[in-house]
């Protein structure tokens, strides 16, 4: 009965490969997003989608491209990865728009290693 | 821009001690505040929050007051335990059409030792 999931949990690759995360909400939830935690737990927001419609786009290099099927799934692929890809992706998703008082949902995270 | 500024870490409690982990934050309107905490190989969960002035977030022994004053939404809880080790982060939400988008601090770790 996992809220949000993400696969897979770990993922390791060369630069230079193109690769996939895959997110998938039975939250209900009308907002998914895509997070990235970096070597020192910063977290910063990456894209949100409401209703499959990209609302948030933080200047992420367009190496990234996101995909919302449905409102229950958020997918992430990465093109081209480099060594400064390496972090753990985060997916999460929320009710109501992401409205102020509404919390976030996250997955478990998704730990990317570029060697 | 909005910033969220937390203590540096990481703390090293003793079981039953009290705990602090200071918090301020940097925005314009009225954000809603947060505390999420993060354990060992998992996502990050809700542990309070709190969306206006004055207001005290509350749960599992944890509290945080929202303080315009001071722009700050310090975590306490009065006696912590092992299972309390984990990372803790505070966020705001700027509100508005800003669609849950979250500006976390830069966590604190915390362990406690039996």
């Known amino acids: 009965d996992t809220a949000v999931s993400q696969t897979p949990k770990y993922l390791v690759t060369q630069m230079g490969n193109d690769k996939s995360i895959k997110c998938e909400q039975n939250l209900g939830h009308d907002t998914m997003y895509w997070y990235k935690q970096d070597s020192k737990k910063f977290l910063k927001i990456m894209f949100s989608?409401?209703?499959?419609?990209?609302?948030i786009n933080e200047t992420v290099p367009n190496r990234f491209s996101p995909k919302s099927p449905d409102k229950a799934h958020l997918n992430l692929h990465i093109n081209s990865l480099e060594l400064g890809d390496s972090a753990v992706y985060f997916c999460a998703s929320s009710p109501q728009g992401g409205k102020y008082n509404s919390p976030l949902h996250f997955g478990n995270g998704t730990r990317l290693t570029v060697t | 821009g909005n910033s969220v500024t937390q203590m540096e870490g990481p703390v090293t409690l003793s079981e039953e001690a009290f705990l602090t982990i200071n918090c301020t934050y940097t925005?314009?309107?009225?954000?809603?505040l947060f505390w999420y905490v993060q354990y060992p190989g998992e996502g990050l969960q809700l542990l309070l929050k709190?969306?206006?002035?004055?207001d005290k977030g509350s749960n599992k022994g944890f509290e945080a007051t929202y303080r315009k004053e001071t722009t700050s939404f310090h975590l306490e809880k009065g006696s912590v335990q092992v299972s309390d080790s984990a990372v803790y982060f505070c966020?705001?939400?700027?509100?508005?059409?800003?669609?849950?988008?979250?500006?976390f601090g830069q966590g604190t770790i915390l362990t406690v030792h039996p």
């Open positions: 925005a314009t309107g009225y954000p809603s």
């Open positions: 709190a969306t206006k002035a004055d």
């Open positions: 989608y409401n209703n499959k419609e990209l609302i």
């Open positions: 966020a705001l939400h700027a509100g508005g059409t800003s669609y849950g988008k979250l500006t």
